[in-house]
């Protein structure tokens, strides 16, 4: 059931170490999904195929993209979890923008508007789902089943943003969830962890219309959500609920099915993919690309007074290590070894400039470390990527900094 997670959102999968690789997916009479491996041979075939294939997918599909950006205000009073959007906090809480397809403006817009909020106190971080739905279907009732193979709502949480040790949850109109940890994405050979659970975790669904009742139009679902920072926080810069002005990456996701009705229920459409909406665009079907989910700011301060959602710091650095990252992963892909310069990933010294300084590329047991510098004031940050995506932001000594000018 993992493998069916895996490949529904992972366009590519490079295991590790890396090869290229594809599944197909193959409906089934009863409308499920039936996922199946390619052979060996045609993954050989793929691998030779996709070279340059994932840096060109940055470059022209991703690295276009600015992620979106949501301030989190603080709540002084609790949400009662019941699945209806009439707390009082609510109101004073914005909308996100609607949702769109996971690629972008390069397919149309959504068929059904979805939309989300957020809050949090000192022992939650809440969430919001309104989906607009003229059919509310679920079938899953077991807590941890794929809960894609269902319409859902679906939340991504990376809260230190570094690509690595993020959660997933999902849940259907039934309020059945299923919720994951990833040490790392699929495509840089992190397992999903599907035994990890959220104690405490809070949950409700509310129906606007008929539960698995084709003979009338429904208007949708709302979901609350009620995460405890006793659980979010494991994997974040430090315990317990987030500091003043911390950011946090996040996405949303919305699973929705084409459907039928045949004899009195309904059936998914035969040979048909489901859609992928989303808060945020990912700019490939792959929503574990962490790097382009949208970004959170965490405050205490009133409604009334302004807070920014602060940019990426030295975003120039921060896509030009990405691109080495995706061109390393395509150079892997037709030589089953990473490469040991930037020459011989077609990068040169033209990235040597204000205010950014020349990529640096070291060779490690375990793959690569690669080291992009900007300017910042009168100092200077580094953002460092190595060979499974983990992307961190480093600030360099002013006694190193002054060594290299």
Not at 322 to 344: G, K, N, P, S, V
Request: charged fraction near 25%.
């Amino acid at each position: 059931m993992i493998v069916a997670c895996l490949f529904r959102k992972v366009g590519r999968v490079i295991p590790n170490p890396p090869f290229d690789s594809r599944a197909s997916r193959d409906p089934r009479p009863d409308g499920a999904l039936m996922i199946t491996r390619p052979t060996f041979g045609f993954l050989a075939l793929v691998a030779v195929l996709a070279t340059a294939a994932e840096r060109d997918d940055w470059r022209t599909r991703m690295q276009p993209i600015t992620p979106l950006g949501y301030v989190v205000r603080h709540t002084s009073t609790p949400i009662a979890v019941d699945g209806k959007p009439d707390d009082a906090a609510w109101a004073s809480a914005p909308w996100t923008t609607d949702f769109v397809d996971i690629e972008g403006d390069a397919k149309p817009k959504p068929r059904f508007r979805t939309r989300a909020k957020m809050l949090w106190d000192d022992n939650y971080f809440y969430i919001l789902g309104e989906l607009e739905e003229p059919h509310v279907w679920a079938t899953l009732t077991k807590h941890d089943s794929v809960i894609f193979n269902d319409p859902d709502f679906e939340v991504f949480i990376d809260p230190d943003g570094d690509t690595h040790a993020y959660s997933e949850f999902e849940i259907n109109a039934l309020n059945t969830s299923w919720d994951l940890h990833l040490p790392k994405p699929y495509m840089d050979g992190g397992p999903a962890q599907n035994e990890w659970e959220i104690p405490g975790l809070k949950t409700a669904v509310s129906i606007d219309g008929t539960l698995n009742d084709p003979s009338d139009k429904d208007r949708g679902w709302t979901v609350e959500i009620a995460f405890p920072w006793s659980v979010l926080a494991e994997h974040a810069r430090h315990p317990g609920p987030p500091n003043e002005g911390e950011q946090w990456r996040l996405n949303f996701s919305r699973v929705e099915w084409r459907i039928t009705m045949e004899g009195g229920a309904y059936q998914k459409v035969p040979a048909t993919p489901e859609d992928n909406w989303v808060w945020s665009p990912q700019g490939v079907i792959d929503m574990h690309r962490p790097e382009m989910w949208g970004l959170l700011r965490f405050t205490r301060k009133p409604a009334s007074e302004s807070v920014p959602v602060e940019p990426i710091a030295g975003k120039a650095a921060h896509d030009l290590a990405l691109e080495i990252y995706y061109a390393q992963r395509d150079y892997f892909a037709a030589h089953q070894r990473w490469a040991t310069t930037l020459a011989e990933l077609g990068i040169g010294a033209e990235t040597d400039a204000d205010p950014l300084y020349a990529p640096e590329l070291q060779s490690t047991p375990e793959g690569y470390v690669c080291t992009v510098a900007f300017k910042e004031g009168e100092g200077r940050r580094v953002w460092r990527i190595q060979q499974d995506r983990k992307l961190t932001l480093e600030s360099v000594p002013a006694s190193v900094a002054e060594e290299k000018k």
